[in-house]
């Protein structure tokens, strides 16, 4: 089965750019099976989608996110990566990587992620 | 785009009754694309069913989906005191966009 993990420091600076890795294990990143999306949820509030990246590189971004957004994939450390640019304090949340095709099979623990000076 | 707007808000109910739980589109969504998760307090959202009406692996029976073009039904009859928790509706729609409801808190009566 396959399982995700999220990292990443828990604090980032207004302004600055957040960036996380969700490391994927118990199956490869490259089977081509999935696409590789991170999700996240503000304290007390719902989920919400961020983007999607394929092995091949290929990404699909929320549209109102996607000038701050960029999704990478590593397939050689079989982890892929979220940047998130000019964060503010509208972007505190849960951030979650996941596996998805039409829906989201595998999910992370989830990490917090606070902006604040 | 297509908005998933999910009701009742909260539910509250007692263990062993039935509760149903209701998703409605915006416009038409195809039944394979809408799937509903379970979550719990400090937890990832869980897969519950998908393509409208199929349990994910491991979902007991008590928990079904149905419905069609612009309304689904989660139902769960028979509720256990582990069921007590938020469950989501989702869609996946054109230009790979994902849109989630705002999600329905069952919580006990």
């Known amino acids: 089965q396959v399982q995700l993990q999220e990292s990443g420091p828990g604090l980032v600076k207004p302004s600055q750019t957040l960036s996380l890795t969700c490391t994927v294990s118990?199956?490869?990143?490259?089977?081509?099976?999935?696409?590789w999306s991170w999700i996240r949820q503000p304290a007390g509030k719902g989920l919400e989608w961020i983007g999607r990246?394929?092995?091949?590189?290929?990404?699909n971004y929320n549209p109102s996110l996607k000038s701050r957004v960029t999704i990478s994939v590593d397939t050689s450390k079989n982890q892929f990566s979220l940047k998130l640019s000019s964060v503010t304090a509208a972007d505190t949340a849960v951030y979650y990587c996941?596996?998805?095709?039409?829906?989201?099979?595998?999910w992370g623990q989830g990490t917090l992620i606070t902006v604040s000076s | 785009d297509i908005v998933l707007t999910q009701s009742p808000g909260t539910l509250s109910l007692s263990p062993g009754e039935r509760a149903t739980l209701s998703c409605r589109a915006s416009q038409y969504v195809i039944s394979s694309y809408l799937t509903w998760y379970q979550q719990k307090p400090g937890q990832a959202p869980r897969l519950l069913i998908y393509?409208?009406?199929n349990r994910a692996t491991g979902i007991p029976d008590r928990f079904s989906g149905s419905g069609s073009a612009t309304d689904f039904t989660l139902t769960i009859t028979r509720l256990e005191p582990e069921d007590f928790a938020v469950y989501y509706c989702q869609h996946y729609g054109s230009s790979a966009m994902y849109t989630f409801g705002q999600g329905t808190k069952l919580e006990i009566k």
């Open positions: 990246i394929y092995t091949s590189g290929s990404t």
């Open positions: 393509g409208a009406s």
């Open positions: 996941a596996s998805s095709g039409f829906y989201f099979d595998f």
């Open positions: 118990g199956g490869s990143i490259s089977s081509g099976t999935y696409h």
